[in-house]
């Protein structure tokens, strides 16, 4: 990770000669100082062609003008080349929603890592459907909300965290054990920016009660799964996933205490590899470059 | 692991008060001297009772006898405590035979470990579908037999392996990468003896070609797992599993790469608990005494 | 883990036939219901005789008398065996004093377990030579003891910090990444009882600066060590170790944020060890009951 | 990995605005079609200036040339760049010389990976201080030459050692636990070309017996550590490490047990990284790009 300001230049297009040759130059052109990039091609097959990804950091202070004019200049070489691309600025800070409901571990774990700005974001508001850790959030000077969620409000529940959501110009949220199911139409609204941390290596045990799962399996390790959420229950591409090993005398309640260490590490690299643009995504799955 | 010659009294029982005590002082009165011992009584819940389960290992020369008296001896205090149990001898070693197709890295890996006798183990014979490896095996001095498998002929071809395993004595039976599917009536006849190692982290993708299950999932590890086998097809209890972490610059044949090491070192691991009575049975899950 | 109230005995005395005859007999003569028990034989060598370690929860209904009277009646037995011994109640919560400094992940990662009591003990105090976590602390309900550390006043700290450690009762002191190096004559005054995690997977990189010494000499795996304190720096017997990837694209500011994930996670392990009695004293090593 | 015929264009030089751009220009003027690329900027520091990796494969097929034509082409532009750079083809295979003791688990190990192609290499020949692996190797078809080495007769025996490999055009030397130090001369002599397997996380015990050291100071992870030798002890560039979990009531034993299993998977990861050009040095540390 680069300490300087600097660009993040993502995207993927058709593969095909010369991309890396014309976009360098591009940057060398403006003597941009590239600190860090990344390049794949998948391979291809019969069902689709291969594609191309691409990441690269160029120092902010090395080239002649900002996001808008980059924006401007680099658009007619996208557009040649079909890319599919975003640039950001290390210095704008993301806007990240946590959603939580009664489980603290990683509502802690992000907000330790907010605090010593090693996860150096703005946290617009925490929404709960519980106020258990309302007094909590309030006091690291974040405003909380309390959307409580049942058979008959469902609706108007998900409209308020969209509005909430909307008016604080969140760009992701994030899903810290929030155990609740969006609906559809909000994975679709928000594409790419909800992710979610699965208390299981998925694809096995997904659905309710992983480790209930698990432990009638007798699998000898347990994982966590961090994902994009999109209308298809647990299907969504994965970001990031781990695991630790159990054992026959382990029930279903050390279970859950082993799975808290995974889901708060893997919910933590998943959301820094997103909120660093690493992620890409291709189909239903991930490049990520780290 | 003791050094010693030693005896292994392993075995499961209903739980009650005073188990522990009644066997370490069977032990003690015949002087026998306790190297190792491990136990563990399941919870039980609404639907089983609490199980107890127990493994011991006894230097063999502080005992005033051998394995027929020992059984002889105990076999009373077993049957008040209805437990099901088992005494082996370090000292006699264990006869595993060996089923491989073609691929050499389980076969390998199990030599190399049986010739500097890490795995002090008899291998009477290698038994295949494939006629790959016979020179190898030959070389190693181990009788090697071609069973070939087809359409046809695979009554017969099942039958075989029976007739040799049988003639042979084998006790375990380890499937090292072997590319067939055994009978229900085979799994029945040897319960607990056969040993496969299958290449995903189950129960994530069951069935054929798991790796490019994976694949096309966008998993960020893949996995192995070390099971016996039972007449369902990779439902058995599960002895060991392990992961390697992927990435998206992984094709299918990478991940059959990386797969091997893992595939490779979780059937090591995996047959040593069994072979060291490490193992033991409970309903389609398995409590291991590392 | 066992949900019920329960004792846990622990200890070591030298090897010899019939200890857990003795021991289990016992208990299973007051009728005590064994829950979990481990046994481990030292083999010893040369240079020092066979030792014999074991921990064991009975449950605490199961018995017809309390802690008070185990040990009066237990004192005999253990004192033919020439055991040290303890034995502890699980009603009755560890009394457990933070030391931190100015880096959080270890203090938030604590006190979420605290709060929702994965980790059930009380913290009587947080103490620091900084103030930085003082309302975060106090805002949990929990006093905080600022005792500034400088060249000047260090006599005069250290005698501070061990009279607000006696006087709030504490058994544990958890050097959370407190920075300062403890006096020998703490370390001798409360044996057993200070643990601390240090940056590094000792025994490399001893003293300062553990991850500038990993970034220089090109290792490809950082760790994190929890540990006893001893007179003798970063010597102390260890509790758990463990180590995260990294490669050469890693700045020395990388590898202290993927440390602290480490760090938290080995000192949660080894806090819990050391709580639940599962940590015996064998030299310069542990004896580790998982 | 691709699968087709490839060239692999590895380097290191100065860092400066527009060296991807220029490189990969040149590339794609003559149409090359790149399948893999990578890039990595050292930050520089107090100490050295800012130093820029990279590593490309180039689809064979695309080019109008082969290396020679390819080294005389971009010959100029290199020099331009000051950079330290090489090209290889996917079709030359590499030509590895095994060095071995009394262990077998690296030889079969490596053995199995050859004969499967999954090592795509040649391995012209086999040279132990020992005849132990001699009729296993040679009935591979591989060439083993015994080269006893006693106090007596060291300074020969390395200059037989050098003569063989010479002969054979050998341009990769792996010690798979040759249990002999090679003389400062031979690691001067063949620079980035022997590739040592250590047991042990270095720099943790380093010298001799590491696992008596792991043991005594009482570890709960032992490791492996692949790394080129130079004329220091143990010292050389670290190319890939790994570890894995023990407990106390592991012997030294069963250390040596578990580390083999760390220490091929280690050799061979590192291995390849070197065979496939991943590897670049970077004073005393390596660049590895996976």
């Known amino acids: 990770m680069p300490t300087k300001r600097f660009f993040t230049l993502s995207g993927s297009c058709p593969d095909q000669i010369g991309i890396i040759a014309r976009i360098a130059s591009f940057i060398a052109e403006h003597k941009g ?91 617009p508001c925490v929404i ?50 929030y155990m609740q199911i969006l609906p559809a139409e909000m994975c679709t609204r928000y594409p790419g920016q909800v992710i979610n941390i699965h208390h299981s290596f998925l694809p096995s045990f997904v659905g309710a009660r992983p480790y209930h799962q698990a432990f009638r399996r007798g699998v000898k390790l347990i994982g966590a799964t961090c994902h994009y959420v999109t209308p298809e229950l647990d299907q969504g591409p994965i970001i990031e996933q781990d695991v630790i090993r159990i054992d026959h005398s382990d029930a279903v309640e050390d279970m859950v205490r082993y799975g808290k260490d995974i889901e708060k590490a893997v919910l933590a690299r998943g959301l820094r590899y997103h909120l660093e643009d690493r992620v890409l995504l291709h189909a239903n799955k991930t490049v990520i470059f780290r």
Request: a negative charge; aromatic letters at 10%.
């Open 33 to 123: 100082w590239i600190l860090e990039s990344s390049y794949h091609a998948d391979d291809g097959d019969s069902d689709h062609d291969s594609r191309y990804f691409m990441r690269m950091q160029v120092r902010a202070d090395s080239l002649p003008f900002h996001l808008a004019e980059f924006r401007e200049r680099f658009a007619p070489l996208a557009e040649e080349l079909s890319m599919d691309w975003k640039i950001s600025d290390s210095a704008v800070k993301r806007r990240v929603v946590v959603m939580v409901s009664k489980q603290e571990h990683c509502l802690y774990d992000l907000l330790a890592r907010w605090q010593s700005r090693e996860l150096d974001i703005e946290i």
């Open 128 to 177: 709960s459907n519980h106020d258990t850790f309302k007094a909590f959030v309030e006091w690291h000077g974040i405003p909380f909300h309390h959307v409580p969620i049942s058979a008959d409000n469902r609706h108007a529940a998900h409209a308020e965290i969209a509005r909430i959501y909307d008016e604080v110009k969140g760009d992701t949220m994030v899903l810290a054990r």
